[in-house]
């Protein structure tokens, strides 16, 4: 397992445990809203397709609820992109969709900047919800992630800070067929 993975989420934990909530004045994120996960999304019209799957697969409580949890999160364009977004009826479906582009703890861009900075091999991987693994890597400017199947996304847009997490972007989906 990649040591920065352990040192991050070590760290990620720590900051959560001490009641943290709020980045580094100087981490280059918006402060957190007093609004959820849940309804960060509600307010972000590039995100309504997942907003649908996370209703439609009983998860919105989980995102109004105290976290900390990051999001990655495919846009409306990223769906469309794959053929569209698991239906109502595809409950199960969407949950692990959701699952698979969740990470315990706040992580931000200025997050996953550093780590690639310091990562010797150039990668940052990160556990999902779904126990799944996320590998961050650096492409000029561009920070991607790509799940263990070989799905892979650019992070994207602007990050949002909520009151139980961080929202990012991104311009793929992280499940293959997803």
């Not at 698991?86 to 315990?104: N, S, W, Y």
Request: aromatic residues 2%; proline residues 4%.
């Amino acid at each position: 397992m990649n040591t920065t993975l352990i040192w991050a989420a070590a760290a990620a934990l720590t900051l959560a445990a001490c009641g943290r909530s709020e980045p580094a004045a100087d981490a280059g994120v918006a402060e957190p809203s007093s609004r959820t996960l849940a309804a960060s999304l509600d307010d972000n019209d590039d995100l309504d397709s997942l907003e649908a799957v996370v209703e439609a697969a009983g998860l919105q409580t989980v995102l109004e609820g105290v976290g900390p949890y990051t999001i990655f999160a495919p846009t409306d364009a990223a769906f469309t992109a794959v053929g569209g977004a698991p239906g109502e009826d595809e409950k199960a479906q969407g949950a692990t969709l959701v699952r698979a582009h969740i990470v315990p703890g706040v992580v931000t861009r200025a997050d996953i900047s550093a780590a690639l900075d310091r990562a010797a091999d150039g990668k940052v991987t990160l556990r999902t919800m779904d126990d799944g693994v996320l590998t961050f890597t650096r492409e000029g400017q561009t920070i991607r992630a790509t799940a263990a199947d070989g799905a892979a996304a650019a992070l994207t847009g602007t990050e949002t800070a909520a009151s139980n997490g961080v929202i990012q972007p991104i311009d793929g989906v992280l499940v293959k067929g997803g």
